[in-house]
Nanobody, 122 residues
Framework: QVQLVESGGGLVQAGGSLRVSCAAS????????MGWFRQAPGKEREFVAA????????YYADSMKGRFTISRDNAKNTVYLQMNSLKPEDTAVYYC???????????????WGQGTQVTVSS
C-alpha cells in the first residue's frame, strides 16, 4: 500500500512554469508506475502523464507533450510534474496516482493523492 501527498500547486500567469510534487510513503514506491491526472471544474478527470518504475520511460497526453515533463526520484519516494508554457486551460486540480502497470485510464490506478490546485491566470 502507498499513500500519496501532492504539493507545489498555486497561482501562475499564462506562459509561466510550475512544478508539482508527490511524496509517497512506504518502501514499495519503486514497484509502482506513477501517473499525474487533472480535473477541471465541470470536466472529467483526464490523464496527464505517467512514468515507469525506474523512470526510464515516460508517457504523455498529446496536449501536454513538449510542455510537461514527468520524472521520479525513487531514493526520495517522489514524483514530479514540471509544467512549462502554462495556459489558462491548464487550470485544474492535479492528482498523482500509483498503478502496478503503465496505463492512462484512471481506473487502472489504485492509489490517489488528495490533489493540488493549479490556477493559470490570463
Amino acid at each position: 500500500q502507498v499513500q500519496l501527498v501532492e504539493s507545489g500547486g498555486g497561482l501562475v500567469q499564462a506562459g509561466g512554469s510550475l512544478r508539482v510534487s508527490c511524496a509517497a510513503s512506504g518502501r514499495t514506491f519503486s514497484k509502482y508506475v506513477m501517473g499525474w491526472f487533472r480535473q477541471a471544474p465541470g470536466k472529467e478527470r483526464e490523464f496527464v502523464a505517467a512514468v515507469s518504475w525506474s523512470g526510464g520511460s515516460s508517457y504523455y497526453a498529446d496536449s501536454m507533450k513538449g510542455r510537461f515533463t514527468i520524472s521520479r526520484d525513487n531514493a526520495k519516494n517522489t514524483v514530479y510534474l514540471q509544467m512549462n508554457s502554462l495556459k489558462p486551460e491548464d487550470t485544474a486540480v492535479y492528482y498523482c496516482a500509483a498503478s502496478t502497470r503503465v496505463a492512462s485510464r484512471s481506473s487502472d490506478y489504485g492509489y490517489w493523492g488528495q490533489g493540488t490546485q493549479v490556477t493559470v491566470s490570463s
